[in-house]
């Protein structure tokens, strides 16, 4: 069994109007069946609404399934005596940093988890101190969250993930409010941490640059997984990408543009640097 | 103005009452807002003056810091000392226009912006210097003994530190939406105060609607971090009592005895013949 | 010229720990017609900038005029002035508050003194120049998603007719198809209604789409004013700005670098394709 599994994964909200009646079902997430190896970093791509985000609540057991089933590393997250290791096994990080942020000093934050699970207090402040130093935040330690940029209080949230020493760690679009600075900052650090201390990253977002380096691309649209492979597979599918409220990084799409036009490129460009090389390679064979 | 609450507020830096232990700080909190409603003498108010003053040295926190708390509630204070100034029978002293003004109504007027301010100063103190999740920690042990009553004391801790940790955030965003809705015409300073109150519902709206969308996002947060209320959850620093800890209780001992004394044998002194009651009549 | 910002500076809490210069000596002007563009690093002073157009925040030093009138003069009408210069905030659909949409975009018109009939006329042309579809117009705008929300935010600044609209990060939080329209409406609204554009943006590769021209601020000095197109050439006050330059503007500098000959100085997505395909083919 894979470490995370859905199987034909379902869930509904219902709306209800003001005296209790059933006013409509929206099926947010619709037969979803997602596979993630151990150390594995995979991307949910889709727009605002195609349910990533509900799908990404589930693998927290912060929602339970209307259909179908979900295991995080073999656990049922039905199972109600679970929830507490199901949580500690697949941290998750949301987009708001402010709403996230429990505690008023940065080294209280990120004890709160570890408190919760009832460990010693000499435990607690290793693990403190470990998720701090591999953050590097200890030189925040004793600062206030509100003095900190938006980029540090995201890893301010991941170093309070980290210190329940997860398996996982689910981002829910942590770096949609961020600036493109803090945004570039917080990738490469996840992805470190992917690859230095095989955790595997659940990375749900709307920007697809944000994917390019993933293991693997799973495409939301109204609840489905409409595309599933390796980036460059499924990024060479701009039209149906745009269709859905995504799109393509640049480099893709000019090469995209450019083939259209004739132009003799390899599909599948993701990025500006083997642009370059193509375009370059191209205009050697031209002349 | 709203800028200017401190209360709530955390300072972060060292000092004596920032390494006191929570628990000694919000009995001593209790104490103090006690002695000052227990007399209303000019010596125990100078005492209690001085004692505040010795504290806020013993915090480190800038002095200013304080005096701009004041300000946001400077309009509470001044309806307090009005309602006071018209209502409280007595010699009349001068009148304004046809309302008599007691004598006694100046005083107690006079007494009330020094108990608020004192109030408001002591109460800060206790914020200013202690962390939030300590504050939390420390009112939880505090008052560990209401659980007998079935009083949910941990829960009613968590969600204060909570409120407390927001409090800062929410002043933010209220700074925004006013402004922002400023730039859409909206105008908070005339009219009459109907229709004040009136103005600032563009403001109340998306403020409540925010904060219940803060409320539901933490609530995600906190769980997907284990939370399950008081059940199991361990601490990174237990409380513990420190030498500094039984030295603050002997001076808070020291404190309430000299305030009692003072309250008691005031009427003896000069000008010390002011007990409440006594100068309200 | 329609708006000038002359010599000014900003402080931020003067004689205190936390003082700040948020602006230091900036002077700009805008003229009629122009679609601006504001970049700078977060804490730059973009924001106090634009508040200090729409008369938000008063300067300490220097004065701004709007149509050769200076803002901040004491009988000069500022709600007025706010309807002439629509200032959206980052976020905007935060400072929605009331029951329907139609309602809410009539919010600005009738606090800047439009009758209910102009309101409504009015409110009824912005909600279509922002394509809101006509079925959502008086539903809550809280069921609404988050690309309609901002729509409609946008649409109560336009109800106000405003001469210029300044628009501080109008995508940010979207989806990549959200933000795509948000920035057609937005240049259908320079080029159709010849509004004067200011566009405060992190996205270098959208301020080299729309803009004409732009500015710098780093640290609260403004660092570049001109050409778009020039100003992204200035490679190196731009990284001391911690700003990058247009994605194929970047491209076009690896390809020069490995000895492909290209135009370095193009930075717009069509510009770069169409010297693509005059090379390659």
């Known amino acids: 069994m894979a470490f995370i599994e859905t199987k034909k994964l379902a869930f509904e909200y219902i709306r209800r109007d003001e005296e209790g009646n059933v006013e409509g079902i929206t099926r947010a997430v619709d037969g979803v069946n997602l596979s993630v190896e151990q150390g594995s970093f995979i991307s949910i791509l889709g727009a605002n609404g195609s349910g990533k985000s509900t799908l990404a609540l589930h693998l927290n057991s912060l929602l339970h399934p209307t259909e179908g089933t979900v295991t995080v590393d073999g656990m049922d997250i039905t199972d109600g005596s679970k929830s507490w290791d199901i949580r500690r096994t697949a941290g998750m990080v949301f987009q708001n940093p402010d709403n996230q942020i429990v505690g008023s000093i940065v080294e209280e934050d990120v004890a709160f988890g570890p408190e919760n699970l009832g460990l010693t207090s000499g435990e607690i402040f290793k693990r403190v101190n470990g998720s701090l130093a591999l953050t590097g935040m200890d030189a925040f330690k004793h600062k206030s969250p509100s003095a900190l940029s938006g980029g540090q209080k995201q890893r301010l949230s991941i170093a309070g993930v980290l210190a329940m020493h997860p398996k996982c760690i689910i981002f829910d679009e942590a770096t949609a409010m961020l600036d493109p600075e803090g945004r570039a900052e917080i990738l490469s650090f996840v992805r470190e941490l992917n690859r230095k201390q095989h955790i595997t990253v659940i990375w749900i977002t709307h920007f697809m640059e944000e994917a390019i380096d993933s293991d693997a691309v799973f495409v939301m649209d109204s609840g489905r997984i409409v595309l599933s492979g390796k980036p460059n597979a499924v990024f060479s599918q701009v039209e149906m990408l745009t269709n859905i409220g995504l799109r393509v990084p640049l480099a893709t799409r000019l090469s995209y543009d450019l083939i259209k036009e004739g132009v003799p490129l390899n599909r599948g460009i993701l990025d500006m640097e083997s642009l370059a090389g193509e375009l370059i390679r191209a205009k050697l064979n031209s002349n | 103005m709203i800028r200017d609450i401190t209360l709530g507020q955390y300072y972060n830096t060292d000092s004596f009452l920032h390494r006191l232990d929570p628990r000694t700080k919000i009995i001593g909190t209790i104490v103090y807002l006690v002695t000052l409603f227990l007399y209303m003498n000019p010596y125990v108010y100078v005492f209690a003056l001085l004692f505040l003053v010795l504290m806020i040295r013993k915090s480190n926190v800038p002095f200013k810091f304080m005096i701009r708390g004041l300000r946001g509630i400077a309009f509470i204070m001044i309806m307090t000392a009005l309602i006071n100034i018209f209502t409280v029978p007595g010699d009349t002293l001068f009148m304004i226009g046809s309302f008599p003004v007691a004598k006694q109504g100046v005083r107690v007027a006079v007494y009330m912006i020094f108990r608020l301010s004192f109030l408001i100063i002591g109460s800060s103190l206790l914020t200013l210097t202690t962390p939030p999740v300590r504050l939390t920690d420390g009112l939880e042990r505090t008052f560990a003994f209401m659980k007998i009553f079935k009083v949910p004391v941990h829960d009613m801790a968590m969600m204060m530190s909570i409120a407390l940790r927001f409090i800062p955030i929410l002043i933010e965003e209220t700074n925004i939406i006013m402004k922002a809705q400023l730039s859409r015409g909206a105008d908070f300073e005339s009219g009459s105060l109907l229709k004040r109150i009136k103005s600032l519902m563009p403001v109340i709206i998306p403020l409540f609607i925010g904060a219940f969308k803060k409320a539901n996002d933490l609530a995600d947060a906190m769980d997907a971090r284990c939370y399950r209320g008081g059940v199991k959850r361990s601490r990174m620093n237990p409380l513990k009592y420190k030498k500094g800890d039984y030295a603050a209780y002997a001076m808070l001992v020291l404190y309430a005895a000299a305030i009692i004394s003072l309250g008691i044998y005031a009427k003896y002194l000069p000008f010390g013949n002011d007990i409440l009651g006594i100068g309200a009549k | ?281």
Request: charged share 25%; net charge negative.
């Open chain 3, 1 to 281: 010229m329609k708006i000038i910002i002359n010599h000014v500076t900003v402080e931020y809490d003067k004689n205190l720990p936390n003082y700040s210069k948020a602006l230091d000596d900036i002077s700009l002007i805008i003229n009629e017609g122009d679609f601006l563009g504001i970049a700078g690093h977060t804490g730059s002073g973009k924001s106090t900038l634009i508040q200090l157009m729409n008369g938000l925040i008063k300067p300490s030093k220097g004065n701004v005029y709007f149509e050769g009138e200076d803002i901040f003069e004491k009988r000069y009408d500022r709600k007025t002035l706010r309807g002439k210069v629509g200032l959206l905030f980052q976020y905007p659909e935060y400072q929605l508050f009331a029951e329907t949409v139609f309602e809410d975009v009539c919010f600005g018109p009738l606090n800047i003194g439009f009758d209910r009939k102009a309101a409504e006329l009015s409110a009824y042309d912005a909600l279509k120049s922002v394509g809101m579809p006509d079925d959502l117009f008086y539903q809550s705008p809280f069921n609404m998603s988050g690309g309609q929300m901002r729509r409609a935010a946008l649409a109560g600044i336009l109800a106000m007719k405003p001469e210029v609209l300044i628009l501080d990060e109008p995508t940010a939080g979207l989806d990549p198809g959200a933000q795509q329209s948000i920035l057609g409406i937005i240049k259908k609204l320079h080029e159709e209604k010849k509004i004067t554009i200011v566009l405060v943006s992190h996205n270098m590769d959208d301020i080299a789409e729309y803009t004409d021209r732009m500015i710098v601020l780093n640290k609260g000095r403004k660092v570049l004013d001109g050409l778009t197109k020039d100003v992204f050439m200035e490679k190196d006050i731009l990284k001391e700005a911690g700003l990058s330059v247009p994605q194929v503007t970047e491209l076009c500098g690896m390809l020069n670098k490995k000895g492909f000959p290209i135009n370095q100085d193009l930075i717009r997505y069509e510009d770069v394709k169409r010297e693509l395909l005059n090379i390659l083919k």
